[in-house]
């Protein structure tokens, strides 16, 4: 059996003890081959063919499993027909999501049977699903070849070497997390890109067990990158053309780098959190980052995805003002508007903190626009637990929303301990109320944009078929406008200043108005 350099989850957290049964997380099933890791020329020309489902996250990952790949003397195809490794990368959150990637392994299968024995790739599973379920996929349910946990992907490599190498029918994989991966020396291969936005991932795991979440099973505990990594990372990326990065993690804004240095923050937290939250941490925090990353270049937009309410702390806020590389839009997951609710999704806060915090922001940003998550059914949630988001959705009139019907995931703390007792159709419902709920108030603050100047990020040609040109607003709503005839040459990563005409929920339309 094959074994890891990386260092093991010790069996003593009550969130791990499930996942990660010591010794069982790296193998080898079958003939195992001779495999110098250390040999720069692995893949020895074999093609690998990705495909990437789930969140932004996925996305970065794959894009570190590209470098990873390349760097070993393994090359990229987008014709999966022609390639000699199948990888999917994974997502876990909803049973809906993993069925979408279980039909595309099933079809992987199908593809494979018809070919000779000797001609047959390699199917490899990545990410969530992965961790979730390892050895399942390569024995009982027979979808994969090569199985890898999202904390173990520098393995790649030498595990999808040995199954090259073995007989036919020789399996491997590497589901052990890691308390300290952040792949922080790596340099993403951003094939899938614009080159005018890129996605920059800054920590992994996650620490907050909300109790409806497969998130912190799969992904491991909490961990972030070194400050100057993201800094040079980002300096490379601006030299490159970028004009957008999108910080990334599963809760972004709880990054705290313990690698050097003290935070410049005062960390003043909203009034409704200063009870319920805990106290701040001893390094670098998110607001230093963001500050260091506005540093960079001035013309860089800088986004990040997704943070939690708890973790927003004034200065962060203040930044909005200081640099105006922000644009004027925060992602900002609510989950619900039922104070029991929230309770017995282990959220950290109450409808009442919730709203103080949105009430701070717009104070400090008039026009801040916001958009959030929702789960709709979730344990014992009532008809008047659903009122009450609703009123909270109203309230403070988010222009867009992810509404999910929650979705039952084995081990959480609410698979083991509550009822799941919604009917699917009641979710739906709720589902649906709350969609239009939220559309209502991105209809009216759209509307009020007619007439106004929008300074757009150009991302390139939109798919509609007069031609126009694509891009998001300050406030992350995409615009879509003609060439300027006197200047026909707008290209994807320019600044264009929009004369807003129309509006619909989602959309602004207009004419470009000089940069
Ligand atoms: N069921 C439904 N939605 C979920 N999410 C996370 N876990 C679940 C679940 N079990 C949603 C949350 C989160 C988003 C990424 O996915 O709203 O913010
Ligand atoms: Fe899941 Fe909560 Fe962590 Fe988000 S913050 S990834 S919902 S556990």
Redesign the pocket.
């Known amino acids: 059996m094959a074994t890891s350099s990386e260092r093991r989850i010790p069996n003593d957290g009550l969130e791990m003890k499930d996942f990660f049964p010591v010794g069982r997380g790296v193998g080898v099933r079958g003939p195992v081959a001779e495999v110098n890791p250390g040999e720069r020329d692995l893949g020895r020309g074999a093609t690998y063919h990705i495909e990437t489902y789930g969140c932004q996250m996925n996305v970065a990952d794959s894009e570190l499993v590209r470098s990873i790949l390349n760097d070993r003397g393994f090359s990229e195809v987008q014709d999966r027909d022609t390639a000699n490794i199948l990888m999917v990368n994974t997502c876990s959150i909803r049973d809906k999501a993993e069925r979408k990637v279980l039909s595309k392994l099933s079809s992987f299968r199908k593809q494979k049977l018809r070919l000779r024995k000797d001609r047959r790739p390699i199917v490899c599973v990545l990410g969530c699903m992965a961790e979730r379920l390892k050895t399942k996929l390569l024995e009982e349910m027979l979808l994969a070849d090569v199985v890898v946990g999202p904390d173990a992907y520098r393995d790649l490599p030498r595990l999808l070497s040995i199954v090259r190498d073995g007989d036919s029918g020789a399996k491997a994989y590497n589901v052990q997390l890691s308390l300290d991966e952040t792949y922080a020396d790596l340099r993403p291969v951003r094939t899938s890109g614009n080159g005018v936005s890129a996605f920059v991932s800054i920590m992994r795991g996650?620490a907050?067990?909300?109790t409806y979440?497969i998130?912190?099973f799969t992904r491991g505990r909490e961990r972030s990158r070194p400050l100057e990594s993201i800094v040079d990372e980002i300096t490379g990326l601006v030299e490159a053309g970028y004009k957008e990065v999108v910080l990334l993690g599963?809760?972004v804004n709880s990054y705290n780098d313990i690698s050097s240095g003290q935070s410049n923050m005062s960390m003043t937290y909203a009034p409704g959190f200063k009870t319920v939250y805990r106290p701040p941490k001893s390094g670098r925090t998110f607001s230093d980052l963001v500050d260091a990353v506005c540093r960079i270049s001035k013309d860089l937009r800088v986004r990040y995805t997704?943070p939690?309410p708890k973790d927003f702390p004034q200065d962060l806020i203040e930044l909005y003002k200081t640099h105006r590389n922000l644009p004027r839009h925060i992602h900002l997951p609510l989950q619900s508007g039922s104070d029991e609710i929230l309770e017995r999704m282990r959220r950290g806060y109450t409808r009442k903190a919730f709203l103080e915090l949105v009430m701070q922001m717009r104070s400090a940003l008039p026009d801040l626009a916001l958009s959030t998550d929702i789960i709709t059914g979730f344990c014992g949630e009532s008809e008047s637990d659903h009122e009450d988001t609703m009123r909270l959705v109203k309230q403070v009139e988010f222009e867009s929303a992810f509404v999910f019907a929650y979705s039952q995931r084995e081990k959480t703390f609410a698979a083991r301990h509550l009822e799941d007792d919604v009917p699917h159709e009641t979710k739906i419902r709720r589902l649906q109320e709350i969609g239009e709920a939220w559309k209502d108030t991105a209809f009216s603050r759209n509307s009020k944009r007619v007439g106004t100047v929008q300074r757009v990020l150009v991302e390139g040609k939109s798919d509609l078929k007069d031609g126009s040109l694509t891009g998001r607003s300050e406030f992350n709503t995409r615009a879509f406008f003609h060439s300027d005839p006197s200047d026909p040459e707008i290209r994807p990563g320019q600044f264009v200043n929009v004369q807003v005409d129309r509006a619909t929920t989602t959309t602004l339309f207009g004419q470009p108005v000089g940069a």
């Open positions: 996650c907050n067990m909300c979440c998130v912190p599963q809760n997704s939690h």
